[in-house]
């Protein structure tokens, strides 16, 4: 019970820093890793073949292809001066 | 005590909602709005898989002879769990695919600055 | 202005949401559904993994639909990055000595892991869209490490990923000739927990492996050459 407590708690605070970094490749990481909880919640859940689905599609083609997108444009957010 | 070990996964998965729906409708770069589609994805994935949950129940597989089946999850929600994650990852690919050829040809990827998307 | 309406439609959102998740009790579910798959699933399909027996066999048809929305995908990608030249690749640095031979030593183990994952699929946790997604994986490692070692030309993803899906149609299309309906399952079933039974789920597995992987490494493919 504590170790869900303490794993969903770490995957909505990954999930608001991925909004807030300015760098996207630490934005993708984040979002990498609400993933790659998402893997561990659902084999506590009792289903193995949701949790290999997701560990290896959500975590790892996913990032690669952001990863691809970000080479071919720009890496950083512009900065808002003003809205 | 006795709301948060109900309703833990529920909290979980409406979090990730909002915090994707908020990604989504406030920021500027086109990349990170399609990162707040991908944690929206997440978030459905879990809510759909938990309302398939039975407590102290065990996984819908056969591997030993007598395993009962009324102690199984739902295996229904985990097999259409299953199609929407790879439906996921395509239109992710195709999204990011987009925002390339929108980058090629204006230049810059801030919403407010290109013809036609802002608001 | 924009922030306002944001927050307005963010408010209505969570609050119609938290309210219709009060009434649905956590851990208890019932369903006529799941006490029909888990007491007939395995006479009737003779795979012991009741989650491929209901994704090939009581929801085969969604399972055809998913595979085309991919193949759309994958289609709508590279119409979309599609450059009249080739632009000139820049230079790279060659890949040092111990990231070649790992490499080149993992790819073929990595391949036969995701092979071993669909061929089981009706057996053991796994099929073929897990097992696809790590030939995938396995192709990304030599693009990124030892791609002139490998040397695959393009067009063979395309090939494969086309020979597949018209493989998994006509599959089907033969149950029908069978007398019945589209995707029965007409080869023997067998003894249950065999490598040989269950009928023509590991065959559609097998089919849906070669065209998931060939197809999400030519969807990393053409967005590394292209753009």
């Given at each position: 019970?504590?170790?869900?407590i303490?794993?969903?708690?770490?995957?909505?605070?990954?999930a608001?820093?991925a909004g807030?970094?300015?760098?996207l490749l630490n934005?993708?990481i984040?979002a990498?890793f609400v993933s790659?909880?998402?893997?561990?919640?659902?084999?506590?859940?009792?289903?193995?073949?949701?949790?290999?689905a997701?560990?290896s599609i959500g975590?790892?083609?996913?990032v690669?292809?952001f990863i691809?997108a970000i080479?071919?444009?720009?890496?950083f957010e512009e900065d808002e001066?003003s809205? | 005590m006795e709301f948060?070990?109900?309703?833990?996964?529920?909290?979980?998965?409406?979090?990730l909602?909002l915090i994707?729906l908020y990604?989504m409708?406030i920021?500027k770069?086109?990349i990170?709005?399609?990162?707040?589609?991908?944690i929206i994805?997440?978030?459905v994935?879990?809510?759909?898989?938990t309302?398939?949950?039975?407590r102290?129940?065990?996984a819908?597989?056969?591997?030993k002879?007598n395993?009962?089946?009324s102690?199984m999850?739902?295996?229904?929600?985990q097999?259409l769990?299953?199609t929407?994650?790879?439906?996921g990852?395509a239109?992710?690919?195709l999204?990011l695919?987009?925002a390339?050829?929108l980058y090629?040809?204006y230049?810059t990827l801030?919403v407010s600055k290109i013809?036609?998307?802002?608001? | 202005m924009r922030?306002?309406?944001?927050?307005?439609?963010?408010?209505i959102?969570a609050?119609?949401?938290?309210i219709?998740l009060?009434?649905i009790?956590?851990?208890e579910?019932?369903?006529?559904?799941?006490e029909?798959?888990?007491e007939?699933?395995?006479?009737?399909t003779g795979?012991?993994n009741?989650?491929?027996?209901?994704?090939v066999n009581?929801?085969?048809?969604d399972?055809?639909?998913e595979?085309?929305?991919l193949?759309?995908a994958a289609i709508?990608?590279?119409?979309?990055?599609?450059?009249?030249?080739?632009i000139?690749?820049?230079?790279?640095?060659k890949s040092?000595?111990i990231l070649?031979?790992?490499?080149?030593f993992l790819?073929p183990l990595?391949?036969l892991f995701?092979?071993?994952?669909?061929i089981?699929?009706?057996?053991?946790?796994?099929?073929?869209f897990?097992g696809?997604?790590?030939i995938?994986s396995?192709f990304l490692l030599t693009?990124?490490?030892?791609?002139?070692?490998v040397?695959?030309n393009?067009s063979?993803?395309?090939?494969?990923?086309?020979l597949s899906?018209?493989?998994?149609?006509?599959?089907?299309?033969?149950?029908?000739?069978?007398?019945?309906?589209?995707?029965l399952?007409?080869?023997?079933?067998g003894?249950?927990?065999?490598?040989f039974s269950?009928g023509?789920i590991?065959?559609?597995?097998?089919a849906?492996?070669?065209?998931v992987?060939?197809e999400?490494?030519?969807?990393?493919?053409?967005?590394?050459r292209s753009?």
């Amino acid at each position: 019970m504590m170790l869900e407590i303490i794993l969903i708690f770490v995957m909505l605070v990954s999930a608001i820093a991925a909004g807030i970094f300015k760098d996207l490749l630490n934005s993708i990481i984040a979002a990498g890793f609400v993933s790659f909880i998402a893997a561990i919640l659902f084999y506590f859940l009792h289903a193995p073949d949701v949790a290999m689905a997701e560990a290896s599609i959500g975590a790892a083609l996913t990032v690669a292809i952001f990863i691809i997108a970000i080479r071919k444009t720009e890496r950083f957010e512009e900065d808002e001066k003003s809205d | 005590m006795e709301f948060i070990e109900n309703y833990l996964y529920y909290i979980a998965s409406f979090g990730l909602i909002l915090i994707g729906l908020y990604i989504m409708l406030i920021k500027k770069n086109l990349i990170k709005i399609i990162i707040g589609l991908s944690i929206i994805d997440t978030g459905v994935n879990i809510l759909l898989i938990t309302m398939g949950y039975l407590r102290n129940g065990t996984a819908p597989i056969f591997s030993k002879e007598n395993l009962l089946p009324s102690r199984m999850v739902d295996p229904i929600p985990q097999a259409l769990v299953l199609t929407a994650i790879v439906i996921g990852v395509a239109i992710l690919a195709l999204a990011l695919a987009l925002a390339i050829v929108l980058y090629r040809h204006y230049g810059t990827l801030n919403v407010s600055k290109i013809r036609g998307l802002k608001w | 202005m924009r922030k306002v309406i944001s927050f307005i439609l963010l408010l209505i959102v969570a609050t119609g949401i938290a309210i219709s998740l009060k009434e649905i009790p956590f851990g208890e579910t019932e369903s006529k559904l799941r006490e029909y798959c888990l007491e007939h699933g395995i006479q009737e399909t003779g795979a012991t993994n009741i989650v491929t027996s209901v994704v090939v066999n009581y929801r085969g048809f969604d399972t055809l639909g998913e595979v085309t929305v991919l193949f759309l995908a994958a289609i709508g990608l590279s119409a979309v990055l599609y450059r009249d030249k080739e632009i000139e690749r820049k230079k790279g640095r060659k890949s040092s000595l111990i990231l070649f031979t790992g490499c080149r030593f993992l790819f073929p183990l990595i391949l036969l892991f995701g092979a071993y994952i669909f061929i089981h699929g009706h057996l053991t946790p796994g099929g073929g869209f897990q097992g696809g997604a790590i030939i995938a994986s396995g192709f990304l490692l030599t693009i990124l490490g030892c791609w002139r070692w490998v040397g695959i030309n393009r067009s063979r993803f395309k090939v494969t990923e086309s020979l597949s899906g018209i493989a998994f149609v006509v599959i089907g299309l033969i149950g029908l000739l069978y007398g019945g309906y589209f995707l029965l399952n007409y080869l023997p079933k067998g003894t249950p927990n065999e490598l040989f039974s269950a009928g023509i789920i590991p065959v559609i597995y097998i089919a849906i492996g070669f065209k998931v992987g060939s197809e999400i490494a030519g969807i990393i493919d053409d967005m590394v050459r292209s753009g």
